[in-house]
């Protein structure tokens, strides 16, 4: 069973960083995409960034452009996300997303705060 496991998450102040890290538990060159998202209180899940395994090419949404990186590690079976120049509007549980063939995985999220 594929599993996904979010970490890093927790409470920062305007303009922190965090580094949202996401251990798969089979090797990710496996996937051909792997994604994050975040789900505002309130709010509908939105797609933050995007990476393929294999070219490792790579796409973050304008709202986060310029702060935000994702990244993986093979070797590893990591994926990251890090976040730099966090604001309130950042605030949200962040999700790992993971797609084989025909199948979507998550992981359980990790809530991100960004308060002062």
């Known amino acids: 069973q594929v599993q996904l496991v979010e970490s890093g998450g927790g409470l920062v102040q305007p303009g922190g960083s965090l580094r949202l890290s996401c251990a798969a538990s089979?090797?990710?060159?496996?996937?051909?995409?792997m994604r994050w998202y975040r789900q505002a209180p309130g709010k509908q899940r939105e797609l933050v960034a995007v990476?393929?395994?294999?070219?490792?090419?790579?796409n973050v949404v304008d709202s986060v452009k310029g702060r935000f990186t994702i990244s993986r590690d093979n070797a590893k079976n990591t994926l990251y996300l890090q976040m730099n120049s966090l604001n309130p509007e950042d605030t949200a549980v962040y999700y790992c997303?993971?797609?084989?063939?025909?199948?979507?995985?998550w992981g359980q999220g990790t809530q991100v705060t960004v308060s002062s």
């Open positions: 997303n993971a797609a084989r063939v025909f199948n979507q995985y």
């Open positions: 089979i090797s990710i060159v496996s996937f051909n995409v």
């Open positions: 990476i393929t395994t294999s070219g490792g090419g790579t």
